[in-house]
């Protein structure tokens, strides 16, 4: 069955990029020359999503503009013959059905994900955690979607996290069943080291099945009030088969100043229009002495 839908759960209040994200949405602030949704956005369309559905909060209407076409800003474009700049902005808003609902309460990620059910109906879909940049030559959505295809089940994105670091994930527990596919046997949502079962966890990408829904409807809330993704999993697991998949790629967190900084390196490096320079100017910094490079001509 043809996976056309995808959610993506973006009402977080982007609290750790304060004050950027006082009045602007954190998935707006760009990376390099795009918003950082953007890159989400292009992942889930190069892998033949329709419909994104994104699942907003308060103050986030600039996502909707900025997938929304721009009469003003395309005619003043076409006017200076920026025809190139012009066609790109278009695609995305033609291409793609944009619908927007409200998690009106921050109650956790499943509960956000539960917000999209009576749009999303009975078919499987994608849930894409923009926070997750994933720079990979096949697009991350179209990699779980073609373990989808062969498994006929639900898949979780994973990659192999240190230990220090499993806190910050849900973890798998789960049997190979050939390279980089596992057949999940247990989920963990954050444990400590002591408690992982592996050391695989959960990036943001997952190709759920609906049955997902009545499991999330009947997870209970954890310590914080949240409804987990994880746990929602946890439940289906009891129903059907569920895989996690090994993703190719380098994926970025762009939910922490580091990951973001690191994104913004990594994707500038590649730029067409800026890479090479960026490049010396990177070769050309004393990384030896702190604060060193603050006094230079570009600041
Ligand atoms: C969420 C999920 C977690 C997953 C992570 C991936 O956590 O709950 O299972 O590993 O996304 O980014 P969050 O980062 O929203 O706390």
Redesign the pocket.
Known sequence: MKVRKAVFPVAGLGTRFLPATKVQPKEMLPIVDKPAIQYAVEEALAAGIEDIIMVTGRGKNAIEDHFDRSVELEHVLAAQGKEDLLSDMRRIAELVTFCYIRQKVPLG?GHAVLVAKDVVGEEPFAVV?P??LIDAPVPATAQLLAVFHRYHASVLAVCPVSRESVS???IIAGEPVENGVYRVTGLV?KPSPEEAPSNL????RYILTPQVFEELEQTPSDAKGEI???NGLKGLLGRQAVYAYELNGRRH?T?NKLGFLKATVDLALKHPDVGKAFREYLRGLDLDEEGSNTDGPDG
């Open positions: 990620l955690l926070d997750d910050s994930y849900g949502e966890g959960i990036v943001g987990q993704l994880t967190d939910g």
